[in-house]
């Protein structure tokens, strides 16, 4: 059978996905794996969240409901939600709700790109951009942002945004890195992007920030450009696959991103969007995941203190952490992130994410939801100063 997609398949694995699974064929033999791959909480739902969903399964009225664009329920919600957090009107109609915000952006950038136009990109990137871009044709570009610093690389932006970029994608606070855009650089993106391009802003992370305020794309004033804001349940709300997410979109896309969900969705499950309705009402919650994450990752910036090598990049936030390994792998002779994580991985039975499917593959990102995190850094940190 011929595929007629250029893509190569193989290449674009998620290595995240590759490494998860040797962790699964590990527990299937018996054995136990520490798993810093996901983005998925170790913690569960909260009852009040499982009991609403519940209640949904138990009422004829609710689990048969059919919405392709979400249900009218959740996006009065949502609306209600954001007027209260950051004092916001937002029409109902612009929430577009689907299956976690992955599916989202296929769509989003199915509408706004065609073959040969250009989409700008952190760099480090989530992989989902990058293989939502390939899926178009689209040319990928990249700004940078700051290894050293986490901080964005405005002249990177500056020389990268061009007269044929139709999306930038900003992500605050960061996958990979946990850096985090001030208010500031949000408002220097904004004027360089000058309205000619929509910027999706990707605040999937947004509760989660361990030192300064993650400011919010929704606080700025007299913006120039046309935003579009993406979030899920599935990160602080631990509804990793209870799969609910939505973009709030500008008038001229509510129609074009339903109509894909009526011939390509259907509906999004209801049960789960009741669970969604659930969780707004328990913002405390957030706060505990993001003091336990806080923990992880200050344990993490102490424990590679002193390791010859490695270096410990300090993340604000977001689930994650990243380790530069490119002295480590120079002096091993280890060419790819993946071999260095199998490596890991067969030696120590943590799973870690080799860093190039975010572009940056001389290191390994590090994700805080293993149940026994700082016992994994244990191990990692043994491995790095003993091989
Ligand atoms: C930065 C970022 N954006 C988007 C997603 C997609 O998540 P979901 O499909 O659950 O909304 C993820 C998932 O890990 C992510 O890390």
């Known amino acids: 059978m011929e595929i007629r997609s250029s893509i190569n398949f193989?290449?674009?694995?998620?290595?995240?996905?590759?490494?998860?699974?040797?962790?699964?064929e590990l527990e299937r033999n018996g054995g136990e794996a520490i798993r810093m791959t996901l983005g998925k909480s170790e913690m569960p739902l909260h009852?009040?969240?499982?009991?609403?969903?519940?209640?949904?399964?138990?009422s004829f009225e609710k689990y048969s409901l059919v919405y392709p664009g979400g249900l009218?329920?959740?996006?009065?919600?949502?609306?209600?939600?954001?007027?209260?957090?950051?004092?916001?009107?937002?029409?109902?109609?612009?929430?577009?709700?689907?299956?976690?915000?992955?599916t989202l952006f296929r769509n989003l950038f199915y509408l706004l790109l065609k073959e040969g136009d250009e989409v700008l990109l952190p760099l480090p990137?989530?992989?989902?951009?990058?293989?939502?871009?390939?899926?178009?044709?689209?040319?990928?570009?990249?700004?940078?942002?700051?290894?050293?610093?986490?901080?964005?690389?405005?002249?990177?932006?500056?020389?990268?945004?061009?007269?044929?970029t139709k999306v930038v994608v900003i992500n605050t606070p960061g996958n990979p890195l946990g850096n985090i855009l001030t208010k500031e650089e949000l408002y220097t993106i904004d004027s360089i992007v000058d309205g000619r391009a929509a910027i999706i802003n990707d605040e999937i992370y947004a509760n989660t920030y361990f030192d300064d305020e993650c400011e919010s794309v929704m606080q700025l004033k007299n913006t120039k450009s046309t935003f579009i804001t993406t979030d899920a349940f599935s990160k602080a709300y631990r509804m990793y696959s209870r799969r609910v997410g939505y973009a709030?979109?500008?008038?001229?896309?509510?129609?074009?991103?339903?109509?894909?969900?009526?011939?390509?969705?259907?509906?999004a499950d209801p049960v789960?969007?009741?669970?969604?309705?659930?969780?707004l009402d328990y913002q405390h919650e957030v706060d505990h995941l993001v003091q336990l994450y806080k923990g992880r990752r200050d344990y993490t910036i102490d424990a590679f203190q002193n390791v010859e090598d490695v270096r410990a990049?300090?993340?604000?936030?977001?689930?994650?952490?990243?380790?530069?390994?490119?002295?480590f792998m120079k002096r091993k002779g280890i060419s790819t992130s993946l071999e260095l994580a199998t490596q890991i991985f067969e030696a120590t039975h943590v799973a870690t994410v080799p860093g190039s499917d975010f572009g940056i593959p001389n290191t390994l990102r590090l994700s805080y939801s293993a149940a026994k995190y700082n016992e994994g850094i244990n191990r990692l940190r043994e491995f790095f100063t003993t091989t």
Not at 84 to 97: A, G, L, M, Q
């Open 72 to 102: 009218p329920e959740l996006k009065d919600k949502l609306a209600t939600h954001y007027q209260t957090k950051y004092d916001v009107s937002i029409k109902p109609e612009n929430f577009v709700i689907s299956v976690g915000t992955s």
């Open 47 to 58: 009852p009040e969240i499982i009991n609403s969903m519940q209640q949904a399964l138990d």
């Open 248 to 267: 709030i979109v500008p008038d001229e896309l509510v129609q074009p991103l339903t109509v894909i969900q009526h011939h390509t969705l259907l509906t």
């Open 10 to 24: 193989h290449d674009e694995r998620f290595l995240m996905f590759v490494l998860d699974q040797m962790a699964n």
């Open 125 to 164: 990137y989530y992989s989902l951009y990058h293989f939502c871009a390939l899926l178009v044709g689209a040319k990928v570009r990249y700004y940078k942002i700051d290894m050293d610093t986490l901080r964005l690389d405005v002249e990177s932006f500056k020389e990268n945004f061009t007269d044929k």
């Open 313 to 327: 990049l300090p993340a604000r936030g977001s689930f994650y952490f990243t380790l530069d390994c490119e002295a």
């Open 272 to 279: 789960v969007q009741f669970g969604a309705m659930a969780a």
